[in-house]
């Protein structure tokens, strides 16, 4: 899935973008709600560093290192646990929020599963038959 000039296909690219995309909104709506929109407490900031786990892979991920697609598509699902979680039992806006981050999450997720798969298929060997 490599053009003529060495460029990546274009759903590739896409999935890249969503994948950067889902991540940063994922860390920019964890530190917003955490500090600002919706904390467990007034003046509570310790949960806001849930996001620091998700801000290591952010480097891998614009650098377009395929072992970082793998594993974030693993490690997203311990915040889509969460978002489910808090989007059952916690009150409003909280569990507005919550249902925002499992869709981010599930977005992030495909986007990742795509990409890898998308990759893989287009680094395959084309073999003739004859």
Do not use: Q
């Not at 569990?95 to 890898?116: D, G, K, P, R, S």
Request: charged residues 15%; glycine residues 6%; aromatic residues 10%.
């Amino acid at each position: 899935m490599i053009t003529e000039n060495n460029t990546p296909a274009p759903s590739v690219l896409a999935t890249r973008i969503l994948a950067v995309g889902s991540l940063l909104g994922l860390i920019v709506l964890g530190l917003a709600w955490e500090l600002y929109l919706a904390p467990i407490r007034p003046g509570g900031f310790l949960l806001a560093f849930k996001v620091l786990p998700l801000c290591i892979p952010l480097a891998g991920l614009l650098k377009n290192r395929m072992y970082t697609y793998r594993w974030v598509s693993l490690l997203v699902w311990l915040y889509f646990t969460e978002g489910v979680v808090r989007a059952y039992s916690d009150k409003a806006p909280s569990n507005y929020l919550a249902m925002i981050e499992v869709v981010l999450c599930l977005t992030l997720f495909v986007a990742c599963a795509l990409h890898v798969r998308l990759r893989l298929k287009a680094a395959a060997p084309v073999t003739e038959k004859g």
